[in-house]
């Protein structure tokens, strides 16, 4: 007879547990998910014949390298929106971003998109975003800076900084990435510029 109850207690608490947990995931938020997008250059496509570009590695802080969208609502701090994700690690998103907005300011030919056979002559571009700083109130502030390196030897033919900024039009994570979008636009103009010129 004990026995019977004590099988009796144990489904129904088993039973209980499901319920709680099956109840917990029906009102759990759902995931959003953003990405970057192309943004048009802002000065006329490069022109004159320059050596071919590859972009070798991009480095962004090792906190933002995530799925996760993370913010920072005041110095020294992070929040991090569980349901608010990149569709990839950010340092994925903003390679690819950066590679297309490139694409449409080199001319044609001259840039050599990651992880592809290079002809030679071709120059490395490594590009690291130092900080990027997030808040609702002030925008988006990109810190970043770039180095093209020509090869056999190395060396480094520039290197480059810029601080960008752009204001955020909403508060959520979609108003966020279309902001870094234009941010990341208005850095490759200014790395298409700066090679260009080399």
């Given amino acids: 007879m004990k026995c019977r109850d004590g099988r009796r207690a144990t489904t129904a608490l088993t039973a209980l547990a499901v319920a709680i947990l099956l109840h917990g995931c029906a009102h759990s938020p759902a995931t959003h998910y953003v990405t970057l997008s ?14 071919p570009v590859q972009l070798t590695a991009l480095h962004i802080p090792a906190e933002l390298d995530r799925p ?20 990839a ?22 840039f050599v998109p990651p992880d592809l056979p290079a002809p030679a002559g071709t ?35 520039l290197i480059e900084h810029a601080a960008l900024q752009a204001p955020i039009a909403g508060t959520d994570s979609a108003a966020q990435a279309a902001a870094l979008s234009e941010i990341l636009g208005e850095l490759a103009d200014r790395m298409a510029a700066s090679i260009s010129a080399r």
């Fill in 68 to 87: 996760e969208v993370v913010t920072e609502p005041a110095p020294n701090q992070l929040a991090i929106a569980e349901d608010e994700r990149w569709g």
């Fill in 123 to 157: 120059r490395a571009l490594v590009v690291t975003v130092i900080d990027v700083e997030s808040r609702e109130t002030e925008g988006i502030t990109l810190h970043a800076a770039w180095t093209l390196v020509a090869r056999h030897p190395d060396h480094v033919v």
């Fill in 38 to 51: 192309s943004v048009p250059a802002r000065a006329p496509l490069a022109a004159a014949p320059i050596a």
């Fill in 89 to 110: 690690p950010l340092a994925q998103v903003m390679r690819l971003a950066l590679v297309r907005d490139l694409m449409t300011r080199l001319p044609d030919g001259t």
